[in-house]
């Protein structure tokens, strides 16, 4: 029998946070190296929006309300639960869209507003562990979006997911690829932005972090053997201010202000991972170079996957 434990999140926040190399990380897991700070929730902010417009202005794409209904039939109510939650702007949302919804967004750092709609709360725990530390067959929804460089064992983490659903329950998955911005066939790829992902996947690497999750997540949900009807829908997201279509620009601008703001973000881990200063900040200023002045134009993808846990 587990013990269902996170941590207590009181007025005073300062236990979670420590500042190195000029931002502010979290305390609770000291491997993930990426800011929980102003500029990392900006950013969290800026990446919802952006995955509302692949998802034509929704917060979900699947059959998220008939497994909502399903729930609502059998309790009256539904419970919710957002993994790695960052600004907290998914769960609010949905909270929002599902006043029957009891959502819980998880984060390793109480980042998070604290006036929210009143069927949404936030709690602190480290999800990159055995047990996470909610009930079994809960949850009638799982969403974990742009939170596998936190989590070692992904394998183990669906497993955990799966645990933690009902059956019949959906699972979203939503992961930006580490490789982005490849050129056409017929051009060179930008040096500066190459060495930066190439580091930036290097150092992922070396703290043992499968850096081609993304690419695999129906495998990975085959893999559980506990979800059915697994479906892909992969997003081909414009970077950058080229394109002429007014949505696909809006996505465009998007993701070259997530990708802006990410850039600097990455100081802390490379350093941490024993780079000298100096390169680092050449290998941001590079990057940074390519993203202002690109060689061509921009795209990135965006895997996206849901699962149903098997009855
Ligand atoms: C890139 S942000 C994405 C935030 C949000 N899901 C979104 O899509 O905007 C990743 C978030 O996951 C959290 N995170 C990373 N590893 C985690 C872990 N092991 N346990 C709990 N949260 C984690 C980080 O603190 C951060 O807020």
Redesign the pocket.
């Known amino acids: 029998m587990h013990e269902y434990r996170v941590e207590p999140v009181g007025d005073d926040h300062h236990e979670f946070f420590y500042t190195i190399h000029s931002r502010t990380l979290?305390t609770l897991?000291k491997s993930?190296l990426?800011p929980?700070d102003h500029d990392e929730v900006k950013r969290?902010d800026i990446?919802?929006r952006l995955v509302q417009f692949v998802f034509k202005g929704k917060n979900y794409v699947g059959p998220v309300k008939e497994a909502l209904q399903f729930g609502q039939q059998r309790r009256g109510s539904y419970p919710l639960l957002d993994l790695?939650?960052?600004?907290g702007?998914?769960a609010i949302d949905i909270a929002d869209e599902f006043p029957r919804a009891e959502v819980i967004g998880?984060?390793?750092?109480p980042?998070q507003p604290s006036h929210v709609p009143p069927n949404c709360t936030f709690e602190v725990?480290?999800?990159?562990q055995l047990y996470i530390p909610y009930p079994d067959a809960h949850f009638d929804l799982i969403h974990a979006?742009?939170?596998h460089i936190?989590?070692h064992d992904y394998p183990r983490f669906l497993r955990e997911v799966a645990r933690l659903l009902r059956p019949g329950g959906l699972v979203l998955l939503v992961e930006p690829t580490l490789s982005p911005c490849q050129p056409p066939p017929t051009q060179a790829p930008m040096a500066g932005w190459t060495a930066l992902w190439r580091t930036y996947r290097g150092c992922l690497s070396q703290q043992l972090i499968d850096v081609t999750v993304p690419e695999h997540l129906p495998d990975l949900l085959a893999a559980t053997a506990a979800f059915e009807n697994i479906i892909v829908r992969d997003g081909n997201i414009p970077v950058g201010f080229w394109p002429q279509d007014p949505h696909l620009l809006s996505a465009g601008q998007l993701q070259w202000m997530d990708y802006e703001l990410l850039l600097p973000a990455l100081r802390p881990l490379f350093l941490c991972n024993g780079l000298p200063p100096s390169i680092v900040d050449r290998l941001i200023q590079d990057a940074q170079h390519d993203l202002y002045h690109p060689a061509y134009p921009l795209s990135t993808l965006l895997h996206i996957a849901y699962a149903s846990k098997c009855f």
């Open positions: 979290n897991n993930y990426l929980v969290s990446h919802h790695g939650t960052g600004s702007t998914w998880v984060d390793l750092a980042i725990c480290d999800l990159d979006r742009s939170l936190g989590i």
